[in-house]
């Protein structure tokens, strides 16, 4: 905890996680074969992993 206090000004808590942006950049794109793809900005931390297991 004491580490988030200290860089409070650069880590920001959004939807998925947390991150050194307030909004991640994400790239949505369709390829030829018309599937579906969506990248993101990696974050610190993602709420999915704090999760406890079988959850």
């Given at each position: 905890m004491p580490i988030l206090l200290?860089?409070?000004?650069c880590v920001?808590?959004?939807?998925d996680g947390i991150g050194t942006r307030k909004y991640?950049?994400?790239?949505?794109?369709?390829?030829?074969?018309?599937?579906y793809h969506c990248e993101c900005d990696e974050n610190l931390?993602?709420?999915d992993d704090l999760k406890?297991?079988?959850e």
């Open positions: 200290t860089l409070q000004g920001y808590f959004n939807d991640r950049d994400c790239v949505e794109y369709y390829d030829a074969e018309g599937i931390v993602d709420y406890p297991k079988g």
